[in-house]
C-alpha cells in the first residue's frame, strides 16, 4: 500500500499499443493514488474503463503545464498521491511530464518512474541498426529556423538517430532528412505493438517514393544510421585535398599541436612518409 505523508508523483508509463503491455505495477498505482493526472482525459479514461479503475482524473497537458503543474505539486504537499500519465509510453518523454519532474526536484516532492512501453527504444531495436550509440531528437520544431540548427547539429552525428514524426508531416520531413544528411539507411515504424505494426527498411531515397505513394497512418519514429567513420573520413580527404602541405599543418598547429605531432598527423592523412612533410617544409 503506498504511504500517507507527503505525496509522491508516479510517473507511470502505459501501452503504446498493445493493452497488454501495461506493468501489473503501473496498474496497482493506478489504483491506490488518490488522482491521476492525463495527457489527454478522453484517452486515458479508456484504458482506466478497460482495467475497471475508477480514480479521478484531471487533465495536464502542454496548454496547462504551468498552472496544473503547480496545481499538483501542491496536492502533492497536502499529502496526495498522484498517478502522471502521457497518452501512450513513458511520461517525461516529449510531454509536460518533464517538466513536472523539474517542479518536484525544486520543490523536493518525492517521485518515481514506473517504467514499461517506449516507442522510440521499440522502434531503435526493431529496426536492425546499430544499437551502441544513440541520439534521440523528439518530435522536430516547427520553427523553419530552429529546425535547421537541429539538422545542422546533426549532420555529422555518429550515432543513430531518432524521430517522432507525424503521418501528414513524414514526406516533407524524410525529403529535409535527404536535403541536409544525404543518402542514409532508414528505418520507419508504425503502429507499434499493434496487430498491423509496421517496419520499412532501405534508403531515404526509397522511403520518399514508398510513403509519396501510399496514405501514411498511425504515428511513426524514424531510425536513421549516423554517419559512418569511413564518410567522415572521405568528408575530411576532400577538406584537405586542396590544401597545400603548409595549409594542412596549420589546421593541426591552429587546433592545438605541437608542429612535431602536426607532421605525423599530415603524413597520416596523405599517405606519406613524416620524412617528406619534414623535407617540404625545408624547402619551402
Not at 527504444?121 to 535547421?148: C, H, I, P, Q, Y
Amino acid at each position: 500500500m503506498i504511504e500517507k505523508g507527503i505525496g509522491t508523483i508516479y510517473f507511470c508509463s502505459t501501452p503504446i499499443g498493445n493493452l497488454e503491455d501495461i506493468t501489473l505495477r503501473v496498474l496497482r498505482i493506478l489504483q491506490q493514488v488518490d488522482l491521476i493526472a492525463a495527457e489527454d482525459t478522453r484517452h486515458t479514461i479508456k484504458l482506466l474503463n478497460h482495467f475497471d479503475i475508477k480514480t479521478p482524473l484531471t487533465s495536464y497537458h502542454q496548454h496547462n503545464e504551468k498552472s496544473k503543474g503547480e496545481q499538483l505539486i501542491q496536492k502533492a504537499k497536502e499529502g496526495k498521491n498522484i498517478a502522471v500519465v502521457s497518452d501512450a509510453g513513458m511520461p517525461g518523454i516529449s510531454d509536460p511530464g518533464e517538466q513536472l519532474i523539474q517542479k518536484c526536484i525544486r520543490e523536493s516532492i518525492p517521485f518515481t518512474l514506473l517504467p514499461g512501453a517506449n516507442a522510440a527504444l521499440t522502434a531503435l531495436v526493431l529496426s536492425g541498426l546499430s544499437t551502441r550509440a544513440f541520439v534521440f531528437e523528439g518530435f522536430l520544431s516547427r520553427d523553419k529556423k530552429e529546425r535547421n540548427l537541429q539538422f545542422q547539429r546533426i549532420q555529422k552525428e555518429t550515432r543513430t538517430i531518432l524521430f517522432y514524426e507525424s503521418p501528414n508531416r513524414i514526406v516533407s520531413t524524410l525529403k529535409e532528412i535527404k536535403k541536409h544528411l544525404g543518402q542514409r539507411q532508414v528505418a520507419i515504424a508504425r503502429e507499434l505493438t499493434k496487430q498491423y505494426e509496421e517496419i520499412w527498411r532501405g534508403t531515404i531515397e526509397n522511403a520518399i517514393e514508398e510513403f509519396t505513394v501510399r496514405t501514411p497512418k498511425g504515428e511513426f519514429v524514424l531510425v536513421i544510421e549516423g554517419l559512418s567513420l569511413e564518410q567522415i573520413k572521405k568528408e575530411q580527404r576532400k577538406q584537405w585535398e586542396s590544401w597545400t602541405i603548409q595549409e594542412h599543418l596549420n589546421y593541426y598547429i591552429c587546433q592545438g599541436d605541437s608542429k612535431k605531432e602536426a607532421m605525423k598527423k599530415v603524413a597520416k592523412d596523405r599517405g606519406i612518409s613524416k620524412r617528406e612533410v619534414y623535407q617540404y617544409t625545408i624547402d619551402s
